[in-house]
């Protein structure tokens, strides 16, 4: 196999990829990656570019902002660079009851699977990825949907239908989803 990987030479890639056989619909041709972005995304002019940034709505704002995290590098690395710079790590610090010592077994055990507990949630994958969006869109909407003794889960919202303006009375934001967004779906999405 090693004698294979040395030998390598475009014309053997060449015969081995007409070999392969396309499996997915989606395969436009032999520029698909060079190309998806022109495809699918709108062409900016210096002009257009300037008068979304300086007046442009919202969702231009966002759409310009996508095209260039997918075409720019250089945005892409800013962005990733941003969205990375902190480490969204945490200290657990165990509290016990007063009288009690910590090196007691039972609040040992406790504190273990509390560790074990947080390790398994990825919090810094999760809030890297949130971060991410955040600095793309302007925005990031998640709502704790499911919260178990070992697990949780977020569902994203499309910022597009969601804003907060209040609070409650315990001092939490309150998110206002715009039920129109159920409209925009086509049949073929639900």
């Keep these: 196999m090693e004698e294979n990987l040395r030998n390598f030479n475009l014309a053997s890639y060449k015969s081995a990829k007409e070999k392969m056989v396309v499996t997915n619909d989606r395969y436009f041709g032999e520029r698909e ?21 300086d007046s442009g709505s919202l969702e231009q704002k966002i759409r310009l902002s996508r095209y260039f995290y997918n075409i720019s590098g250089i945005y892409r690395q800013l962005v990733t660079h941003y969205a990375t710079l902190l480490t969204y790590s945490g200290v657990l610090i165990p509290n016990p009851v007063a009288g009690r010592r910590l090196s007691n077994s039972r609040l040992q055990t406790k504190y273990e699977a509390a560790v074990e507990f947080t390790d398994t949630l990825k919090v810094s994958d999760m809030a890297t990825t949130m971060s991410l969006k955040a600095l793309i869109e302007g925005s990031y909407y998640g ?19 969601c804003r907060n303006r209040f609070k ?12 129109a967004y159920f409209d925009s779906l086509k049949s073929k999405d639900l």
């Design 143 to 161: 709502l704790l949907i499911e919260l178990e003794k070992n697990h949780f889960s977020i569902l994203e919202l499309p910022s597009k239908f």
């Design 33 to 53: 990656v060079e190309c998806w972005h022109h495809r699918c995304c709108k062409r900016y002019t210096l002009e257009e570019i300037t008068s979304i940034i």
């Design 168 to 179: 409650d009375l315990q001092g939490r934001d309150v998110l206002e989803f715009n039920l």
